[in-house]
């Protein structure tokens, strides 16, 4: 996603992403829908990227599995009650990142939207 290519609320939005998902088969019943399909890895630029990338939403589905079955216990629910009910066909999983910068050129009529680079700051205003 190009930086200004996402709104907030009609606005343009100061953050450039990737957006990657897990990869299926040209036969895959979900392949052609929003988040299904190939992905476009920058594999000249970022080496390993791809391996590293699909690994990362393999593991972080099964544990996102794992926690539902969890859930599903402590409810005194059948085991894989919230898996089978919530996340079938298969759940939607991906990996993105953001990068934030502000930009002097916005459509004119428009402001600029986006939390900015996020920061230690914050997070200390939190805890």
């Not at 606005?11 to 990657?20: I, P, R, T, W």
């Amino acid at each position: 996603m190009p930086q200004g290519g996402e709104g907030t609320h009609g606005n343009v939005d100061q953050k450039a992403g990737m957006y990657f998902g897990p990869e299926h088969p040209s036969d895959h019943p979900q392949s052609g829908l929003p988040l299904h399909g190939k992905n476009q890895f920058p594999d000249a630029t970022v080496p390993g990227m791809r391996p590293a990338v699909l690994q990362y939403i393999e593991q972080v589905t099964e544990l996102g599995k794992a926690v539902c079955d969890a859930l599903s216990l402590s409810f005194q629910l059948d085991g894989h009650f919230i898996r089978d009910k919530y996340l079938q066909p298969e759940p939607v999983a991906f990996f993105r990142t953001w990068k934030y910068a502000l930009s002097a050129e916005v459509p004119e009529g428009q402001q600029a939207w986006g939390i900015g680079e996020h920061s230690g700051e914050l997070w200390s205003l939190c805890r």
